[in-house]
């Protein structure tokens, strides 16, 4: 399941902010930007995987930075803590830690204070919300992804989320039971031979979507496995599934957040 933590993590950069959520505890905040000049055209809110911050998302965000998004990837796991070993076991132990419901309403708080309803948001990333906030999540980021497309966003952008859940007792409803509240539009991306999520939930939701009247565009890729988005930054080169879901995302999130502006 995703890139395992001693694959993923190279040396990481530390948080470049934070938000101060309901309880008064801050939640670290990583971010990128486009970095040439322009003004950014709208916010992502990129939600990790298992593993949480390393060397994919940081790659990934610096590519959507390169198309002009403010992105912020905040620490979906600041309330448990860092890992306790560089293993997936370690990961998995740690998710389920995690409380979903909880953690959902940490997320909200950190799209409320990009849109200045609660706190005070760095000026360029308060502008760049004023174009919209799209979320983008991998694995368990993306099943909060589609979690998060119940509230206030323009979009979510979905790899390999989890329809029905991904085994851990939770305390917040899964898409396939928050259906009927999930506005979309939502683009959503699944490999056929993934052997963690189950394709026939998949096709639930997109059955519930469907007739709920709710945009969405999913596909699933027949030979892709589980974490497949990680061939899109790899040193060898990009896959072709990898970059037909990218090009995807890229259109996505251009009609989503609007045109690139002119360099000042």
Not at 117 to 122: F, H, L, N, W, Y
Not at 129 to 153: D, H, I, P, R, Y
């Amino acid at each position: 399941m995703c890139i395992a933590p001693t694959a993923a993590r190279g040396p990481l950069r530390e948080p470049d902010a934070a938000v101060r959520v309901a309880d008064g505890t801050e939640m670290p905040l990583w971010l990128a930007g486009p970095g040439d000049g322009t003004s950014p055209r709208g916010v992502v809110l990129l939600l990790t995987d298992i593993v949480g911050w390393g060397t994919f998302p940081d790659r990934f965000s610096a590519k959507l930075g390169a198309e002009g998004y403010a992105v912020v990837v905040p620490d979906l796991f600041f309330r448990v803590g860092a890992l306790a070993e560089p293993s997936m076991e370690a990961a998995l132990e740690r998710r389920a830690r995690l409380d979903d419901a909880g953690l959902l309403d940490d997320l909200r708080q950190v799209i409320d204070w990009l849109g200045g309803k609660v706190g005070t948001a760095p000026a360029g990333l308060a502008a760049a919300a004023e174009g919209g906030v799209v979320t983008l999540g991998f694995c368990v980021g993306g099943t909060l992804s589609m979690q998060l497309a119940a509230g206030a966003t323009r979009g979510a952008v979905v790899y390999y989320g989890f329809p029905n859940g991904d085994g851990t007792p939770s305390s917040a409803p899964t898409p396939l039971e928050m259906a009927e509240r999930i506005r979309g539009p939502l683009l959503g991306f699944w490999g056929g031979s993934d052997h963690h999520i189950t394709i026939a939930d998949v096709e639930a939701l997109d059955d519930a979507l469907t007739r709920l009247g709710t945009p969405h565009d999913f596909t699933v890729y027949d030979a892709a496995e589980h974490n497949f988005m990680a061939a899109l930054v790899r040193s060898a080169g990009p896959s072709e599934i990898a970059l037909q879901a990218w090009e995807s995302t890229r259109r996505f999130l251009a009609d989503r957040l609007g045109d690139r502006p002119q360099a000042r």
